[in-house]
């Protein structure tokens, strides 16, 4: 039940995430955004992701080794927590770009990370026809 709190309070994270990176406005408002997203994921988004590895990882050593439907599910989670992490990545270095024109480089490359979407889709859909046997 933990990783399924987990994993939703982390889909409303990025949820909400979306929203503020598709907000319009000018080079004030992607500053704003630039810090507001950074501190999100520092205090909130990242530890989400560890708890969701860690619990995953316990739920996946009570039945290892896994049939191939969890299989595919594990390896989607993973796909969609490196995109995750890769984007916090690039929310970090865009928080430290030094001026617009690089910001809005990096806010390509966070963006970039939404490519992991149909991966994490896929291991909330398997997880749940999991949880259900």
Not at 108 to 117: E, N
């Amino acid at each position: 039940m933990a990783h399924l709190i987990f994993v939703s309070a982390w889909g409303g994270v990025v949820l909400g995430e979306t929203v503020l990176e598709l907000a319009p406005g000018g080079e004030d408002a992607e500053r704003m955004i630039a810090r507001v997203h950074f501190w999100i994921d520092m205090l909130v988004e990242l530890p989400l992701i560890v708890a969701v590895v860690g619990t995953g990882a316990a739920l996946a050593a009570r039945v290892w080794p896994p049939s191939p439907l969890l299989w595919a599910k594990l390896a989607a989670g993973l796909v969609a927590a490196a995109a995750n992490l890769y984007c916090v990545g690039a929310v970090v270095l865009r928080t430290r770009a030094p001026d617009a024109q690089s910001r809005r480089r990096w806010t390509q490359r966070v963006r970039l990370s939404a490519l992991a979407i149909p991966f994490a889709a896929a291991a909330a859909g398997l997880g749940l026809a999991y949880f259900r046997r």
